[in-house]
């Protein structure tokens, strides 16, 4: 069992930057590869990046190339999701999950734990 707090949400400005976090618990973090969806208002759950259990290779969604960083510390145990240039349509909820699976990282079926999300809004 994998319990996923996220953190770091909040109000910005277009054009600002945030980073969220997600603490797991548990002395296995390292076998998860980890991923950030969110999900708009009125819109479906949209996969923003994934990383691999080392950390080795990250995958991002279209919308947030160039703009959004992943990252991770096992010793942490926390993976990071760093936002820069947002937009007002980032607007949304953000959650972070973890899978024990090493492929399909984009698909959100893929992943066995979720948190209860954070919640970012971006103002024009």
């Known amino acids: 069992q994998v319990l996923l707090v996220e953190s770091g949400g909040g109000l910005v400005q277009a054009g600002d930057s945030l980073r969220l976090s997600c603490a797991a618990s548990g002395r296995t973090f390292s076998r998860y590869a980890m991923g950030w969806f969110r999900q708009g208002p009125g819109k479906e759950r949209e996969f923003v990046a994934a990383i691999t259990r080392s950390g080795g290779r990250t995958y991002y969604g279209d919308s947030v190339k160039g703009r959004f960083t992943i990252s991770r510390d096992n010793a942490k145990n926390t993976v990071y999701l760093q936002m820069n240039s947002l937009k007002p349509e980032d607007t949304a909820i953000f959650y972070c999950?973890?899978?024990?699976?090493?492929?399909?990282?984009?698909?959100?079926?893929?992943?066995?734990?979720w948190g209860q999300g954070t919640q970012v809004t971006v103002s024009s």
């Open positions: 999950a973890a899978t024990s699976v090493a492929g399909g990282l984009e698909m959100s079926y893929e992943y066995d734990y």
